[in-house]
Structure formats: C-alpha cells, structure tokens
C-alpha cells in the first residue's frame, strides 16, 4: 500500500487519494471523485452505475459523487474513467506559539521591510486575495473588506468562521487596525475574498476545496483575484500531478493566479513538504523566526517544525520562508479555535500563534504588495522576482547557514521584491498540467543536484552549485539550461526516463531514489545536522548566488 505523511499542529488534510483501481467488495455506498474528459462524461459514468452525482467540478473534469461500493473496479475500468479518487476527510488540527509576548504589536511586517512599503502609500489597493479556509469572521477591520463570500459547505452557519483559522489567516494577510509601528496585518487595502471549505470543527473534503478553488477560478476577473491562500496541507501518496487539488491549484496558476502554500510543520527532517505545496506551480513557504529580536537578524534561525525539501519528485522546496513564529493575529472570540486555546491570548481577540500557515499567509500579502505595484506580472513572474530578492542566511565564507532544502532561496525581502523586481520566469520551459521531475537525487547518504545526464552538479565536495549559477527560480539555472522533466536517473535509481507513477510496496525502493519504511520516516541517515538553531556568525545577504549546498554545521 501507499503511505502519507501524518502532518499536525496546523490545518491537515488527512485525505490520501488514489488514482488506481479500487477494489470492489461490499454492499456499501462510498465518496469518490471521478475524473473524466468532461464533466458531462464524469456525471455520465457515475448514472452508469447507478451512483449519485453531487458537485460538478469542471476545474479538473470531474464530479463527486456516492457510488456503490461494488461499482468501484468496473468504473476503474471504464474505458471513459480518466482516474477515480477517493474523496475522505479533511481535518484542522490548529497551530501552534511559542511564549507569549506582553503588548499588541505585530513585529513581523518590519522583519520582512513591508513598512517601507507603507511609507509609500504601497497596501495592497484592489488586489483581491481568496482565502480558502474555515471562513472569515465579519468584525471592525474586516466587515467592509471581504468583497465576495462563497460556502462550499452549503451550511448557512451564522457565523461566518466558526473554528477561527481563516480569520486569523486574514488577520495576517491584510488586518488594517495598527499599533506602535504601522499596521498588525501586511497588506492593509487589499479586497478580502472568503472561500470557506473547512467546518466549524476544521472538517471538509476534497470537494470541499476544489469546488472553492473552481468557484475563484470562475469569479477571479469579477473580484480581481490574483492571489489565493492555502493554508491547508495534505499527505504525500502519490507524485504531485495526480493530485486532484495540485490539478486545480495548477488551473489557477495557469490563469494568472498567483497560489501560496505552505511548507508544512513536520520539519526538520528531510522530504517533509506537504501537498500541495509541494506542487512546482505553487509558491511553497516555510517559517523563520527572528528569535523576538526584530532589530538583529544574526540569532533568527528556522523553526524546527517547518518542513524541508526535497520532495517526492525530486524539486527543490520550500521556494522562500518568512516569518512564522511568535505571529499576533485576530481570532473571533467565539470561535472553536480561540475556545480551546485560552493560553495563547495576548489580549482581547488577538492571539500568538506560529506555523507554516502563519507564514504562508504574510507571504501572500507580500505578492498582493508586489502585484500592486507590478500588475502586470504573471505568477512565474512574480515567483521568479519572490525569489530572487530573497536573502539566504550565508556565513562569511559563503558557505550557507541552511541548507536550500530548509531555506529555499532564503528569508523574504519585500522592498526588493516590490520595488525593484527580478526579470525572469520561474518554471522556466514548463507547463502547467503537465508531468515533471527535479533535479535532485540521493546518492551515497547525500541529497544532490544532477544535470540532465544525472551528473552531480557539483564542485569537489560532492553536491555544490558550479560556476556561479544563481539560483532564482527553484528549477532553472541562469545562463544555463532549465530542468524541464523526462531525464533519465543513474546510479541504479527506478527513473527511467518517464513520468510514470507505479504502486509500490514497504520493502521497494521509492520510485525517485529513497527507501521508504514503517510509513513515517526516511532511512539513509541523512537528518540535517544541527539544524534548530542558529551558532552565529552568518548574515542574511540579499542578490546572493548559491556556492555551497552544504549541511549546517553545528
């Protein structure tokens, strides 16, 4: 069978699907989403077998639907079916804080330079933001900025965040109240759209989110939808392409929808990134925290939950990270989440919470920011000029602090990132919706970068950058050439040159190189060294080029 990930302390999807024949057995009725050429086929398929089609999904040609449980193989078999998942639960395990701090001021839109950006009058006008999550609850700050409202969940609750998560992700994202030094949210103007996929107990379904994520897809030009937020994170059981949410989200991307999501909180180990952000055509954040020293970046260090790279295909993530430790944000009083943790109160609704998600959602407000400023960009734009104004934690030798797997392209820069974007494209030479590999392999206990003949890209100590490339964009090399998939692994690896995804068994070698056992942990002993704290003597530095991919060294 196939194993996921357990992901928890922040939102989890604890569905795992499968694009492979079921087998059928039982007299029961079962959740499944059928995939199709059409939606018109996909609800064709599901009358055929006397199920009853729910939600028409046209964002990835497919429909919901209750079949019967004996029907599964022979609508696997279906010469019409494209692929047939199952369609579980979804769960919201709440986040996390470290110790709380003593006043209601929000220190991270400093640490990420967003306040250079208010001096000039740069908040995020007109820039809609969807944030799809367990709703947005209407108060002072945000009554009159959520411009559009869509439940997937059909519940007609009264309120409208009855579990607190989306709220503060909002709060996060754009909350306009200010305190001793600017603002508490990011981007203060930008057009909050609330896309509520999750329950009042963080509960939902795959359906949930791709019918939220189809509805932004047809609403994106009405409310100028250019960023969406998901704060949400599932289980790995499968490359990322034959995911039904990554298809959606890919929809998205290829309409000029910029999509942000989070890392994960299951670091530091290696081969932790979540769906979908483990997608190439997300923007894939991890957290950082500045160690409540806003003012001196030598002690900030990544936080240890947040997840690493590289991921089951081999890219390099997470893209950037940002801020996500020690957050101030808004949470309904009310609401199950701020019920449950009393502890985290600073005072009144606002709360100190930390997580991925927290950082996923600051990061989405920096790309409203950039999107202000540059409305013309694409999402592989912006993704490019994200990156490359990043600042990596480096030591005065140039050796990194971090290891790109940890730290992506490094710590957000949003002055650079806004004012004076990067030229390029990230995703250079790929298309969305189409099947692709990355660069990165393991070999002899090590985590490396090959070129396309599976030649370490390399200096003498094995798995450095050579010749000075910079890397800009997760999967291309400036001056070089770009990864663009179908390469053929050596070293005895089971990639063979396609993009193929084949059932695998406990005791197999995983398909990109890497032994699975006991479902849960990688064997190979390559745990990053150190890896939770900073030792000094490192600077973040900005237009950096990448000379050293070397483990951190305590």
């Known amino acids: 069978m196939k194993y996921k990930f357990s992901l928890t302390a922040l939102l989890i999807l604890l569905t795992a699907f499968l694009a492979v024949p079921f087998v059928s057995g039982g007299t029961e009725r079962v959740s499944v989403l059928i995939q199709a050429e059409s939606v018109d086929t996909a609800v064709s398929i599901v009358e055929s077998y006397r199920g009853e089609a729910h939600e028409q999904l046209a964002i990835i040609n497919a429909v919901s639907a209750t079949v019967p449980e004996h029907a599964l193989a022979a609508i696997a078999a279906d010469k019409r ?87 503060m992700m909002a709060s996060l994202i754009g909350n306009s109240t200010r305190d001793a030094d600017g603002y508490i949210g990011i981007a203060p103007r930008v057009k909050l759209i609330d896309v509520r996929a ?25 409310h100028n939808i250019r960023v969406v937020n998901l704060s949400l994170l599932g289980g790995i059981s499968s490359p990322y392409w034959a995911d039904p949410i990554n298809q959606a989200v890919e929809m998205l991307w290829d309409a000029g929808i910029v999509v942000v999501a989070a890392a994960g909180n299951e670091g530091p180990e290696a081969m932790t990134i979540a769906a979908p952000g483990n997608d190439p055509f997300v923007i894939t954040v991890g957290a950082f925290t500045d160690n409540y020293t806003p003012d001196d970046p030598s002690d900030d260090y990544i936080a240890p939950f947040s997840g690493a790279g590289p991921t089951e295909v081999g890219f390099v993530k997470p893209d950037v990270v940002a801020p996500g430790a020690h957050m101030l944000t808004y949470a309904p009083r009310r609401s199950a989440w701020a019920q449950e943790n009393h502890d985290l109160k600073v005072r009144g609704n606002y709360y100190e919470i930390a997580g991925t998600s927290s950082a996923t959602a600051v990061t ?19 993704k490019y000029a994200l990156m490359a104004s990043a600042q990596p934690a480096a030591y005065e030798d140039g050796t990194l602090a971090w290891s790109i797997f940890q730290q992506g392209a490094g710590r957000v820069w949003a002055p650079a990132a806004v004012l004076d974007p990067a030229e390029g494209e990230a995703n250079a030479g790929m298309i969305p919706g189409e099947p692709y590999v990355g660069p990165v392999v393991y070999r002899d206990g090590e985590f490396i970068l090959v070129d396309e003949n599976g030649e370490p890209l390399a200096d003498a100590g094995g798995y450095s950058w050579v010749g000075g490339y910079s890397w800009v964009g997760g999967y291309s090399w400036v001056g070089g050439y770009s990864w663009v998939g179908g390469y053929s692994w050596v070293g005895g690896y089971s990639w063979v040159g396609n993009t193929d995804w084949d059932e695998w068994t406990q005791e197999d070698v995983w398909q990109s190189g890497y032994s699975w056992v006991g479902g849960y942990s990688w064997v190979g002993g390559y745990s990053w060294v150190g890896g939770y704290s900073w030792v000094g003597g490192y600077s973040w530095v900005g237009g950096y080029s990448w000379v050293g991919l070397t483990d951190f060294v305590d």
């Open 364 to 382: 989405s407000g920096l790309v409203a920011l950039m999107l202000q400023e540059n409305p013309d960009m694409t999402p592989n734009q912006v």
């Open 81 to 167: 079916t494209v692929a047939i998942h199952e369609d579980e639960s979804v769960k919201a395990a709440g986040v996390t804080a470290g110790s709380r701090i003593k006043q209601v001021d929000a220190t991270f839109p400093e640490v990420m330079g967003v306040d250079e950006l208010w001096a000039e009058r740069i908040k995020g006008q007109q820039i809609g933001v969807a944030i799809v999550d367990t709703g947005i609850d209407k108060n002072g700050w945000s009554n009159r900025r959520i411009v559009a409202h869509y439940d997937a969940l059909d519940e007609g609750t009264r309120m409208r965040d009855p579990h607190g998560h989306g709220t």
């Open 198 to 222: 999750l329950d009042a107990d963080g509960k939902g379904t795959y359906t949930d989110i791709i019918e939220g994520l189809n509805w932004i897809l047809e609403n994106k030009d009405e």
